[in-house]
């Protein structure tokens, strides 16, 4: 139910966006999320934003990854400026209802290089 794409490798101070594509959930029910899991380390929290379109980030991105979602399209992005070496990971979407199940898309790899 969830695709996303556009990972890659760039280099330290560059740019990506990840689109999330969802299908077969009434995607303006669901909160949508960003989530990664770097090389030997747990999966962890990156961004979200609401149903209503508020947003809240990890310290670690705040300032450098933007959240956002076009309904019409059924898509979540995370725009991603700045990049470390540190935000190398496997970077995966997440859709959570209110109530209900939460379903998961795979994961994307971005690699950060020095």
């Known amino acids: 139910q969830l695709q996303a794409f556009g990972g890659g490798l760039v280099q330290a101070g560059g740019s990506l966006r990840l689109p999330c594509a969802a299908s077969r959930i009434i995607f303006t029910s669901y909160s949508m999320g960003w989530f990664r899991q770097g090389p030997g380390k747990q999966r962890e929290y990156v961004a979200r934003?609401?149903?209503?379109?508020?947003?809240n980030y990890a310290d670690s991105v705040k300032g450098r990854f933007t959240i956002s979602r076009d309904n019409a399209k059924n898509t979540v992005y995370l725009q991603m400026n700045s990049l470390k070496p540190e935000d190398t990971a496997v970077y995966y979407c997440n859709a959570e209802p209110v109530v209900g199940k939460v379903y998961w898309g795979q994961g994307t790899l971005v690699t950060v290089s020095s």
């Open positions: 934003i609401t149903t209503g379109g508020m947003t």
